[in-house]
Structure formats: C-alpha cells, structure tokens
C-alpha cells in the first residue's frame, strides 16, 4: 500500500508543479516567459514521460487486482483518428497531442496545460496542433473533435466517447478495402490526410477508379501538353486528356495542386456512372443533378453546397456513398466495379461493415 501511495503522489505532483508554474507571466519574478517556453517546457516532458513511464506498469496491475478504476490507462502514447463531436475523456496526468484537424478542451475546475507553451489552455480553448497538453492535479477534461475529422496521440488515462456524427475514417478504410484509396506518405492517421483541401489530381485519379479504369491510366503510355505534371501522375493526366474526361487550366498547365471543388468531383463522378458528360460544362447545377439522379441526399447537397473547404475527407464521402447509388441502366456502381474485378464481393460486404454511422 505505501509503495503504491508513493507511485500515485509521483505521477500526480508533476502535473501540479506544471499548473502552478504555467499559472506565472512575465511579471511574476518566480518564472519568467523565456524560462517557460524554453527549459522549463523541456524539464516538464521530461519529468511526465519519466513518471508515468514508470508508474503505468503498477498502475495497470493493480487496477487488474482491485478493479478500482474504469479508465483504460496508455502507457506509452498511442495514436486514434477520431471524427467530429467524438470525446476523449482525461484525468490528472493524461497527455494528448493534436496531429491533424481540429479540438477544444473543456474542463470545470483545476487546469490543463499547453506544456508546448508553458501556458495553462482555458476551458473551451480550441488546441494548437503540434502542441502536447497535459491534464493537471484533481482535473478531469473532456478534448472534442470539432472538424471532420481528426487524428491525436494521447498517453495516460482515457476513456473515448463516440458520436454518431459521418465516420470519414471508417469510408477511407472501406475505400482502401476496395482498392479505392491510398494514402499518402505521410507517417501518421493512417496516411489518409483527410483533413487537407482534395487537390484536382487527387480527384482525377479517384474520378478514375470510379470509373474502374485504372488499370488502363496506368497502361497509358505517351506524351501530354503539361509541364507542370510530376512524372507518377502524368499516366492518370495523359489518359483522362487522351479520353476527353479532363482539359487543363492552360494549353500547358494542368494545375495538379490547385485545390477541388464538390461541385468538380460530383460532376466527375455524375460522368462516371452516365449522368453527365464532358460536354457539360456548367457546374453551377451539379450538386441538384446529383440529388435528383439518387447521388446526393438532400442534406448532403446542403452540407456540401456550404463548404469552406473541400477536403479529402468530403471526396472520400462522395465516393463510398457513389458506390451504393443507382446506375441509368438499373445497377448500383458498386455492382458495376465487381463486374470490371476492381473489387470482390466478399471485399464490398466487408467495406460496408466498417461504416456503421448514419449518412447526411
């Protein structure tokens, strides 16, 4: 019993001495601003990765034994992609790291610190990303999704609270499933990134395995009038330019980086499934057409209509929830792409179990 006092006063006094310390400003002759930001941040992840590395162990054994505490307890930091409204509950020593997207922190008395900042993080104060908050002494705080999507490393004790809000999360993986979807090189959330602006060649390329044709873009071999077109993506370019699906910006400019719309991606996916075609050219209508063809929902339509931003998060959306839509001819897209092998049968019924939330 004392060495288990002795464990539980370590882990919880450097939280305290972090509260109490952020509490200083720059007037207050005991901490100076530059201390702070500087060496103080530095002893202060040292010290709480050393204490709840050693305590965690004995903690979680002996909350096996007594059954004392329902918190799950992380003892190194883990990482979670999260989407909106979804809520990790923290207690005094709990530590969570904002990778990607966006959270607030809510608390009702004691404090949780921007250790980044040597800052104490008010209640209902949006977190920085990059930053590494840390939950002080007596202290139980609430970090909410408030984007799409979003991904977070955390350490300590936790307990998750799911919404029923849209799981983009759960759609890039089915899309991933279903050879839909890859992400991107970068070393957290999955690689998906869905918290960035979708880019014109990220909608091309998922234009075009909707259309089941990858296999030929990839075949394609040839020249294009582009030069501002990176090598890996000149077969997707080359051959929507070669079929007539794309034109460029310029006679010699694509723009591959320049940010999409939800009305250029819809449009893009009416043409796949033969609601649309090139020759249509006006978009200003194309969020209605994707409602009346059976697309869209008619929140959807809204929700997309009234974007600040069309993220990869918003195209992967369009792209699962295409999949289930009717096609002219009767069949659904999905039952099209089995026929052309881009996935199985088996690969669909499993994609569909990952997403378990309620559409818009």
């Not at 009038?225 to 400019?253: H, I, M, R």
Request: hydrophobic residues 40%.
């Amino acid at each position: 019993m004392r060495k288990k006092t002795l464990i539980l006063v370590c882990l919880l006094l450097v939280p305290f001495a972090v509260w109490s310390f952020a509490a200083a400003n720059e007037e207050d002759p005991l901490a100076s601003l530059s201390y702070l930001t500087g060496a103080f941040t530095d002893l202060v992840e040292k010290k709480v990765n050393q204490r709840l590395d050693e305590s965690d162990g004995e903690l979680l054994s002996q909350i096996e034994e007594t059954g004392g505490i329902s918190a799950n307890i992380a003892s190194t930091w883990l990482e979670k992609r999260m989407k909106r409204e979804d809520v990790l509950e923290g207690a005094t020593g709990t530590g969570v790291l904002l990778l990607a997207g966006g959270m607030k922190v809510t608390y009702g008395s004691g404090a949780v610190v921007d250790v980044t900042a040597g800052t104490v993080a008010e209640s209902g104060a949006a977190l920085v990303p990059q930053h590494r908050y840390l939950v002080a002494e007596d202290t139980a705080a609430d970090f909410t999704v408030t984007s799409p999507t979003a991904v977070i490393d955390y350490q300590g004790s936790y307990t998750f609270r799911d919404s029923a809000a849209p799981d983009y999360n759960a759609m890039a993986r089915a899309l991933r499933g279903l050879h839909m979807f890859r992400g991107t090189t970068i070393g957290y959330g999955e690689g998906f990134e869905l918290e960035q602006p979708a880019t014109r060649i990220q909608a091309l390329i998922m234009f075009i395995r909707v259309l089941g044709e990858e296999d030929e873009a990839l075949a394609w071999t040839g020249s294009i009038p582009f030069t501002d077109v990176l090598d890996w993506a000149k077969p997707y370019v080359g051959y929507a330019y070669e079929k007539g699906y794309t034109n460029g910006c310029s006679p010699t400019q694509f723009l591959p980086d320049m940010a999409a719309t939800a009305q250029q991606y819809t449009e893009f996916v009416l043409r796949a499934m033969g609601y649309s075609s090139t020759a249509n050219t006006d978009l200003s209508d194309t969020l209605v057409r994707a409602l009346g063809s059976g697309v869209l929902t008619e929140g959807e339509c809204q929700a997309l209509g009234s974007l600040d931003a069309f993220r990869r998060s918003e195209l992967v959306y369009i792209s699962y929830y295409a999949l289930h839509a009717a096609l002219p001819e009767g069949d659904t897209l999905a039952a099209r792409l089995q026929e052309k092998r881009v996935f199985t049968s088996e690969e669909w019924r499993s994609a569909r179990e990952l997403v378990t939330t309620q559409r818009l």
